[in-house]
């Protein structure tokens, strides 16, 4: 993934397969790398069971041949059939459960497979959604660069890889572009944007402002053809140096 950085940004497609189901995900995917998508996240949701995880990944890989990553929202979200996990720790959180005890319980298992760990860094921004809900996020406001700042730094300091700015999926704002690139302007490790960026204009507006990683979930799973919705927001950061 840092290579792949070396010649631009990168899209990612979430994928949720409590939302689409096993078979509905398959098809976004399929059609998501149709239309460039990089990569394929999997998960986003707390309850998914490890079977509803490989059932899901394995119909993926089986349609689809770019990487797919665990996005875990629980520690029983974990496949060996996925090529990668964001090992993420929700830094805002209220709760320690999410900053370090999912992270906890399924730490042996990751380390056993041979599946990818990635350390990242995940901080959620105001409206926060589901996931500052069930995360119990300290949301982080629209002017709270310092706040931000701070954690993008502690982060890295931690050793963090990644660090990944949520707004929430299906939040009816992104974060702003002044956000990203004071964030952008504090750390030298990567910087993925989600939530909220439905439209070539508000992905290339985030990839112009630093992020080097731009996530779509919400818009590629309510959309009826996927391929001829992800193509122009996809096409719209590629340009972006």
């Avoid at 298992?109 to 599946?115: A, E, F, N, Q």
């Avoid at 982080?140 to 990644?162: H, K, S, W």
């Avoid at 979930?217 to 391929?227: C, I, M, R």
Wanted: proline residues 5%.
């Amino acid at each position: 993934m840092i290579k792949k950085l070396e010649s631009g940004k990168i899209h990612m497609t979430l994928i949720d397969p409590a939302t689409s189901g096993p078979d509905g995900s398959a098809i976004i995917a399929e059609q998501a790398e149709k239309a460039g998508t990089d990569y394929i996240l999997i998960g986003g949701s707390t309850h998914l069971s490890s079977k509803e995880m490989d059932e899901a990944t394995q119909k993926i890989k089986s349609r689809c041949n770019i990487p797919v990553i665990i996005f875990p929202g629980s520690s029983s979200m974990f496949t060996i059939h996925a090529d990668a996990i964001f090992f993420m720790s929700l830094l805002n959180s209220a709760d320690r459960e999410f900053i370090i005890d999912h992270q906890k319980k399924a730490s042996i298992i990751v380390k056993k497979s041979r599946v990818e760990s990635i350390p990242m860094a995940y901080l959620v921004f105001a409206p926060g959604m589901t996931v500052g809900k069930v995360g119990k996020a300290m949301l982080i406001g629209p002017e709270q660069y310092t706040d931000a700042m701070e954690y993008a730094v502690t982060a890295e300091l931690f050793g963090m890889r990644i660090i990944y700015l949520e707004a929430g999926s299906g939040a009816t704002y992104p974060i702003s572009m002044e956000m990203i690139s004071k964030v952008k302007g504090q750390v030298k490790i990567p910087i993925i944007v989600g939530g909220g960026i439905r439209s070539p204009e508000a992905a290339k507006n985030a990839a112009v402002s630093g992020a080097d990683i731009i996530v779509t979930g919400t818009v590629a799973e309510k959309s009826e053809n996927v391929a001829a919705t992800l193509r122009p927001i996809i096409d719209s950061i590629k340009n972006v140096k």
